[in-house]
């Protein structure tokens, strides 16, 4: 048993390499002078590079490790390589942001590390116990993220909302934990899918159990009617982290959701598939039709962001291998155009994050054409115009809901997207429309933010064009491919 | 010996109590506590099951959800301190500075 | 040939504008050069495609096929048949009018205006080329983004109210459209998106979409083309669009945007729906015959000539629609042809209004009257212009309008009656405007100074008035080369039809 624990050390391998960097920069952090300390995002970066290596070097893994808790197959490797690029570009945009604000880079990226290091345990669980372990270990990093800022009042407003909403729902999903254990005599999630389907579980408290999971990850990823918190969190937060929030947690909740309906619980799942329906229904139509009315573009990208969470819940529902390769596909991409969009966000507010408005955005197009053009790709990919990666994940996110004939979602579906056209272009029409304030002052741009902007544009139009490669991928990586 | 479903109807009244005073209670501290109650009834449900079947890991679980809920008490404290600093309240209806 | 042919008229302009994108911005007469320059190379590739057309094969010519997304059965697959070889023509040679036109009206932001310029281009000329479902859509929806910017940015007082509105009319009608191919795509197997292909399945037999799936399908595809036709009641875009556009934008909205709507309808709607096209025919027919009297009749109330000019396109865009839902072959024809028709001399009109508003910064009738005097060879391009849309015999619009009349009277007598009855209206307004513009005293002191068309203006509107007489006269060259195509849409159509009897 030892001997073979030793042996399977490398499953985890990206998970400690992140750990030891994370805890690395802490300590240097302290030791450096403080001209010194920016050194934290290379090493970040470093870390975050030698991670990827150590991820692709277990594709082609697919099995159970120590003792069941942790597996690695095609969907936990996709997702820890979509987790590896969400931080890499959030370590890239907030090096700039936190020496601007005066924050502590090394602090920063450090928890930016754990935070990965917690989606990944999360994607790699088989476990109940395991995933609240890893969401866990997601959330403190997050909630002391968001409150990094600490004489900001708004940024500590965002993180107590966050943080005692989050924590409620940690408990509903706990309650849940605890009933399919109860139900099962197992956390493990193969073992509770045999039970079930052996038919010796209670399914009245199975179906409870469910109930509250789907509560605990509704809030974790945003979905009406648990998304009350996003627009505040997303406006109060230092702006990389609304980024990262958008896209990091709600992909790995996600994704956890997913393996757990699916592999754990099928049979309770379709109980509850009217729900889920009907919860997609309302997050799209929420998200879009109150983002319609913001002011803030912060706030605005957050309601964005429940009607994307709205997006992929229709994938969810699907319950098919299609859906769950779609799944994979928009979560990536989507991280892409959020996050490119959320660091422009970050460089126009300026100093002290105050710049958030749209009107803040009048003339921006011809004064400064570069950056106008990039937000005006994301959030064309955002609202799914065609050779946008935006696009090919609503394309391929609506075949699959009509390959499991949810016509009626592919159309809410459709039609929140043309909905969702309207406040993009808002922002477009602000841009290139309006004139510019007299009192005009440039946008100041940094080469860590240039580069995040650059990597998002290029991949948003290399899967936008040519998504093949990707799409090919994200079938492979499907639970239960062979 | 006290049956199981006694143990589990205390653990959802618990929890419902937790999960009410959170929904209904406006100082952060408070709400802080329910959480806990709430965690707390999760755990009486695990001991119980734990028993009940004879298994051990029930038990370890509840040693994870204390080491959890520790560390979320750490950084939630601190939250709080920062925000009070910023404030001078710790009712939630105060720190409403973002509103749609 | 090259048989890459059809994608280098495709991308050349878009290429242009790539250029473009990196042009200092500075050298606005430089930008304006390099668009011209682009477009008309556009021109000139594209020409030689209507002699080369082989008028014998009916079917699609200079294809080019490649993979492009095998994993979701996607191809780039590009050809021209009788039916859009116009329609491509038209668009290449729209668009250096068009950019020639706004020479001295886009002073501000000029690198952009004709970046966009070229991306639309693109865009228009891909919508007619691309015969797989998915490339299609790509270019239908990617058109959009560069008339948005058109209009929205060089636009007039209320640019951005019509540019919005632009946007989500035609956007949500095609979101629909989109789950239709999608849901065309896995009722065929999953396989392919190649619309060629699809239809041969339909053919064999192996695609069999039973009677509520066409009814669906088509509505689906239907909604989205009516709304870029436009059909009344879905219109209500058009005439903001066409009055705040810039005067190019509006060129190129009338001309061939609008087409891409009935385009669709004849390419898609009809082959692949045979049943449902007839069981949607008679209230079809009644809404288009509607927005035929409708058009004419707020047109005529009209006080802005912009606004004339956009609500009788409505009016021209009934009588195409009526044309293809007659189903048969003068009908169709007479559709097709007045496609090209209702592009040419609208955007004649167009560019004129455009003129006028240039020299006067007005569009209301009541400032002018009697331009005639200051304006002769205005007035005298106007007239022909004027009579054109209305369609007296050897101008262009007749053949249209008559052989839709004759394909109408064939399949409804009432509807035919109706919408000559139309013909007649768009002469009343046509002619009014033309009088209380031309003739007359010079009422209005400021009109009396105005200069006469430049060089330039000549040049714009001179191809124009070429194609107006020689469709009018020879129109059987042009009809020649859309016979075998009109025909085999017919054909497809009907025996379709049977194979559902059974």
């Known amino acids: 048993m030892d001997g073979s624990l030793a042996l399977e050390i490398p499953q985890i391998f990206p998970e400690i390499a992140l750990s030891v960097f994370g805890i690395a920069i802490l300590l240097l952090d302290t030791f450096l002078p403080k001209s010194k300390r920016h050194a934290a995002t290379g090493i970040a970066l470093a870390a975050i590079a030698l991670t990827a290596v150590f991820t692709l070097g277990l594709v082609g893994e697919d099995g159970t490790f120590f003792s069941g808790m942790i597996v690695v197959d095609g969907f936990s490797i996709f997702l820890r390589i979509t987790f590896l690029v969400v931080g890499a570009l959030t370590v890239l945009a907030s090096s700039s942001y936190a020496t601007r604000e005066n924050l502590a880079v090394g602090e920063f990226q450090a928890l930016v590390l754990f935070a990965i290091v917690g989606m990944n345990l999360m994607a790699a669980s088989n476990e109940l116990i395991m995933i609240f372990l890893g969401l866990e270990t997601l959330s403190i990093a997050s909630y002391i993220l968001l409150g990094i800022k600490r004489s900001d009042a708004k940024s500590n407003e965002a993180a107590l909302k966050y943080f005692l909403l989050g924590s409620f729902s940690s408990a509903f999903m706990l309650y849940g934990i605890a009933l399919a254990y109860g139900a099962t005599r197992t956390t493990n999630l193969e073992a509770i899918g045999r039970e079930i389907a052996a038919g010796s579980a209670g399914m009245t408290l199975i179906y409870v159990a469910v109930g509250l999971l789907f509560v605990g990850f509704g809030f974790k990823v945003a979905v009406v009617p648990f998304h009350v918190w996003t627009p505040d969190v997303y406006e109060g937060a230092p702006t990389p982290i609304s980024a990262f929030m958008s896209v990091g947690p709600k992909a790995a909740g996600f994704a956890v959701l997913v393996r757990v309906l699916m592999v754990a619980f099928p049979a309770a799942y379709a109980k509850w598939l009217g729900l889920v329906w009907l919860s997609a229904v309302l997050t799209m139509f929420v998200g879009n039709c109150v983002a319609l ?20 819940l229709v994938a969810v529902a699907t319950r098919n291998q299609e859906g769950v390769a779609a799944l994979l596909f928009y979560t990536l991409t989507y991280a892409l155009m959020n996050i490119g969009a959320f660091t422009i966000v970050s460089l126009v507010s300026r100093q002290g994050d105050r710049k958030t408005y749209l009107d803040d955005y009048a003339g921006l197009g011809f004064k400064q054409p570069g950056l106008a053009a990039a937000l005006s790709i994301f959030l064309l990919s955002l609202a799914g115009i065609p050779l946008t990666a935006g696009f090919a994940g609503k394309f391929f996110i609506f075949r699959a809901a009509l390959e499991s004939k949810f016509v009626w979602l592919a159309i809410i579906g459709v039609l929140n997207s043309a909905i969702s056209v309207y406040y993009y272009l808002r922002v477009i029409v602000v841009m290139y429309m309006k004139e510019a304030p007299d009192d005009w002052s440039p946008v100041a741009m940094s080469s860590s933010a240039i580069a995040v902007i650059a990597l998002s544009v290029l991949g948003i139009l290399q899967f936008g064009i040519f998504p093949d490669m990707l799409i090919s991928l994200a079938r492979s990586s499907v639970i239960g491919y062979r | 010996m006290i049956p199981l479903g006694f143990y589990l109807v205390v653990s959802a009244i618990l929890f419902s109590i937790g ?82 | 040939m090259p048989h890459s042919i059809l994608t280098l008229i495709t991308f050349l302009p878009a290429g242009g504008a790539a ?224 009055v705040e556009a810039p005067t190019a934008g509006s060129v190129v909205l009338a001309g061939v945007l609008l087409k891409m709507g009935t385009y669709g309808i004849v390419r898609f709607c009809l082959p692949l729906f045979p049943e449902a096209t007839r069981e949607f025919t008679p209230f079809i027919s009644l809404l288009a015959v509607v927005g035929i009297i409708y058009g004419a009749l707020v047109a005529m109330v009209q006080t802005d000539i912009k606004k004339l000019v956009a609500y009788s396109s409505v009016s021209h865009l009934g009588f195409v629609v009526l044309g293809i839902f007659a189903l048969n072959e003068q009908g169709l024809h007479g559709a097709m042809y007045q496609m090209l028709n209702h592009g040419i001399s609208t955007g004649a009109l167009f560019l004129l209004v455009g003129m006028l508003y240039d020299r006067r910064h007005t569009r209301l009738i009541d400032e002018f009257g009697g331009l005639a005097d200051p304006l002769p060879v205005f007035s005298a391009i106007f007239m022909i212009v004027a009579l054109s849309s209305i369609g007296l015999p050897m101008l262009n619009g007749f053949v249209g309008e008559f052989l839709i009349l004759l394909g109408a009277f064939d399949a409804d007598r009432t509807y035919a009656v109706i919408a000559a009855s139309g013909v007649i209206l768009s002469a009343v307004y046509m002619l009014w405007v033309y009088q209380r513009v031309v003739f007359g005293q010079v009422t209005n002191p400021r009109n009396r100074r105005l200069l006469d068309l430049d060089f330039r203006e000549k040049l714009v509107l001179l191809p124009l008035v070429v194609l107006i007489f020689w469709m009018g006269i020879y129109s059987e060259s042009f009809l020649r080369k859309m016979d075998g195509s009109v025909s085999q849409v017919l054909q497809h159509f009907r025996s379709s039809a049977v194979v559902m009897k059974h």
């Open chain 1, 293 to 312: 009315v913001q002011s803030n573009i912060k706030r605005m990208l957050a309601y964005s962001s429940i009607a994307h969470a709205g997006y992929i």
């Open chain 3, 19 to 242: 250029l473009l994108l990196f042009w200092p911005r500075t050298g606005a007469s430089a930008i304006r050069n390099i668009a011209m320059g682009v477009s008309l190379l556009t021109l000139l590739l594209s020409l030689p495609l209507f002699p080369a057309f082989d008028t014998s094969n009916p079917g699609m010519q200079f294809e080019q096929s490649a993979a492009w997304i095998p994993s979701l059965g996607i191809r780039y697959h590009v050809g021209i048949d009788g039916i859009s070889l116009f329609l491509v023509l038209l668009t290449t040679v729209l668009t250096p009018v068009a950019i020639l036109s706004s020479w001295k009206s886009i002073q501000t932001k000029v690198r952009e205006y004709h970046l966009f310029m070229l991306l639309l281009e693109t865009g228009m000329i891909g919508v007619f080329v691309a015969l797989d479902f998915f490339l299609f859509y790509v270019f239908w929806e990617v058109m959009l983004v560069p008339m948005y910017f058109l209009i929205g940015v060089w636009g007039g007082q209320r640019r951005i109210y019509a540019a919005v509105k632009f946007f989500l009319y035609t956007m949500v009608g095609s979101v629909l459209m989109l789950l239709a191919i999608i849901a065309l795509y896995l009722l065929n197997g999953a396989t392919t998106f190649d619309f060629p292909a699809i239809l041969e399945s339909l053919h064999q037999g192996n695609l069999i979409l039973s009677p509520g799936q066409q009814h669906w399908l088509f509505l689906a595809f239907f909604f989205a083309f009516a709304i870029k036709v436009p059909l009344f009641p879905l219109h209500t875009w058009l005439p903001d669009a066409h």
């Open chain 2, 19 to 100: 999960a009410y005073g959170f929904l209904i209670k406006r100082n952060i501290i408070t709400l802080f506590m329910c959480i806990e109650l709430m965690l707390n009834a999760v755990n009486l449900s695990f001991v119980a099951f734990a028993r009940y079947y004879a298994l051990l890991d029930g038990q370890v679980f509840v040693f994870f959800v204390m080491a959890v809920a520790a560390a979320e008490a750490a950084v939630g404290l601190g939250i709080i301190v920062a925000l009070f600093r910023n404030r001078q309240t710790l009712n939630v209806d105060e720190t409403n500075l973002m509103k749609w």
